[in-house]
């Protein structure tokens, strides 16, 4: 027995049509629409996106992506204007024992941290 793939189902927050642009501005392809689900993949990286709207399990859930450079990866989200577009959160890169790190709070609340 092999396992294949982990896609973890992401809450969307009060505004799901909002959470996809997000999520697709972020640098993910919307892959399939099912209505209340949608796919999203970047670089083999799938997650599946819920139309869930619970603030505690959003705000304590956390994310972590590998990428290959924090620091670029920062800066292609601030030039997006995420902050601004989405009402959202990022924090600069900071070292931390597993890598460096720049953290995203999506518009549910959930904290993504993208890690190199």
């Known amino acids: 027995m092999q396992f294949l793939s982990l896609a973890p189902f992401i809450p969307s927050g009060p505004d799901l049509v909002l959470a996809k642009r997000f999520f697709q501005d972020l640098g993910f392809t919307l892959t399939w629409d099912a209505g209340d689900y949608a796919g999203f993949e970047k670089d083999g990286c799938p997650f ?36 601004e577009t989405y009402g959202i959160r990022i924090m600069a890169p900071t070292n931390m024992p597993y890598g460096r790190e720049v953290n995203v709070i999506d518009p549910a609340g959930v904290c993504w941290h993208f890690v190199s």
């Open 48 to 83: 599946i996106l819920q139309n869930y709207n619970d603030k505690h399990f959003a705000e304590n859930l956390m994310i972590n992506v590998r990428v290959t450079d924090a620091d670029a990866f920062y800066a292609g989200l601030k030039d997006k204007k995420l902050e």
